[in-house]
């Protein structure tokens, strides 16, 4: 009978405890047993993981925005122009006293022109074409942007002194009128303030195409040499 006994025990430890096993599988519940509440931590509803998911993703593009606009924020306040100077601004030349009726133009490199002081007494064919006044002209030739120099030795049909173009001979008046060349019009103009005190401004930014009608856009300033 203990040969039995032992036998039967040997078996059990072998195969393991059936009825500890047994009771382990009793005790396993598949259901919540009533009045049984389940913690927050272990079961989230799928709206709240759903409203995190969409927080996150809002933050994120909330946040590249928010990058991408202050690039474009600096780069613009760096490019910026401040103090703008030279061709496309207002470009100071000197004061009405500066200029002599009748004398050679002064050219200004900076802002691109030339500024005459037109005597209507000149009489001559590349002369003020009777006006008087003062009058700026851009220095590129209309024809292909090269720049106009004053030539007061160049002799053109007898007469010398002319604004003439190196580039293909265009030539123009001190009034900067065209009488010869491929130019396709007049030496533009550009327009012109005076203060009070005689300063003289040319707006470079504001051109008007050349024409016959030159000589008559010359201004008369208080303090203009006559």
Request: net charge positive; with cysteine; proline share 8%.
């Amino acid at each position: 009978m203990s040969s039995e006994t032992r036998t039967t025990e040997s078996a059990g430890t072998a195969g393991g405890p059936p009825d500890a096993w047994r009771e382990a599988i009793a005790t396993r519940r598949t259901q919540l047993r009533e009045g049984q509440i389940v913690p927050a931590a272990q079961a989230q509803p799928l709206s709240a993981e759903l409203s995190r998911r969409r927080f996150i993703r809002a933050s994120f593009w909330t946040g590249l925005g928010a990058t991408l606009l202050g690039s474009v924020g600096l780069f613009l306040d760096f490019f910026y122009p401040r103090n703008v100077r030279g061709f496309g601004a207002p470009v100071p030349a000197g004061n009405v006293k500066d200029y002599a009726r009748g004398a050679d133009p002064k050219h200004f490199l900076e802002g691109q022109f030339w500024i005459v002081n037109l005597d209507p007494a000149e009489k001559r064919p590349g002369g003020s074409g009777a006006a008087a006044g003062l009058l700026a002209l851009w220095h590129k030739c209309p024809h292909l942007g090269c720049t106009v120099p004053w030539r007061n030795n160049f002799t053109f049909e007898g007469d010398t002194g002319w604004f003439r173009c190196p580039c293909h001979g265009s030539t123009y008046t001190k009034a900067g009128v065209r009488v010869f060349g491929p130019a396709p019009r007049s030496m533009d103009t550009m327009k012109i303030d005076v203060d009070a005190s005689g300063n003289i401004t040319v707006q470079t930014g504001a051109r008007v195409p050349g024409g016959p009608d030159n000589p008559q856009r010359a201004i008369q300033a208080p303090g203009l040499a006559t």
